[in-house]
């Protein structure tokens, strides 16, 4: 069962008519009251095996290396139970992928930030990764219009703690369990740019779809086409016109657009 922190005072989210504060003002007060699950923690050292060459711990079998082994099966199998349990009580979900690395005076930030804002004020729960950059945007736009804010955190040395905007958060030791979750009942994908993570979800979420796994209906919105543009030529001319790894219906699963008003109404529209 989940437990609950001590709970602190919130800060009233401002009106939409009231001017909105800089994200250094808010980290400074009380972090809302999170409802956490499983354990935020730096990573583990691994100097007992830094004097082991990387082959021969590939190698090794269960029987020759730490007990801890088996353990981290229950640890996987408890990551997957506690992230369902908390997952099942969330509502009309919309996932926010972007790069952790995106400043608050960068336009897709604050272009996430509205798209969230507006999208909570729609009634919809907005999830992200719970960490900084467009992650942190996401929630920031939910937590400002007193939406539903979740974050879905992982053990990363610069990305290991909730942003203050998370008012309900879970810590995830295995980006296999994570990358579950961030996936799973969504009723819309929106991808903003991001690095080798981001393209990492971007393309599972395609492959679900492809393969019918996930509903085709479900739309994968990806914001800045400045940023998708060159990627899906690449796929046009390689993936398909080239080598024909994928099907010229397959390309329609990705929505690229600059317009918040279009995405808005594509994921609305899912949501029904």
Known sequence: MPTKNKKTKLVEAPSPTTKRPRASQVKSIAAPDYETMGDIRPPRSKKAKENIPAIQQKRMTFAEGESGFSWRVFRIMSEFVDGFEFLSKLERTVTFFGSARLSED??????????????????????????????EAGNRGAYEAGGKSIGLNIELPLEQQFNAFVKQGIGFHYFMSRK????????????????????????????????????????????????????????????????????????????????LEEAIELVCDACK
């Open 106 to 135: 960068n336009p897709y930030y604050k272009k996430a930030r509205d798209l969230a804002y507006r999208l909570a004020k729609n009634g919809l729960t907005i999830v992200t990764g719970g960490g900084p950059g467009i992650m």
């Open 180 to 259: 579950f979750m961030l996936d799973y009942s969504a009723l819309a994908y929106v991808f903003f740019p991001g690095g080798f993570g981001t393209l990492d979800e971007l393309f599972t979420v395609s492959t679900l779809i492809q393969t019918g796994k996930a509903d085709r209906d479900v739309p994968v919105v990806l914001i800045g086409s400045e940023f998708w543009n060159p990627l899906l030529e690449w796929v046009k001319k390689s993936h398909r016109d080239s080598f024909h790894t994928v099907a010229p219906e397959d390309l329609e699963i990705w929505q690229i657009t600059d317009d």
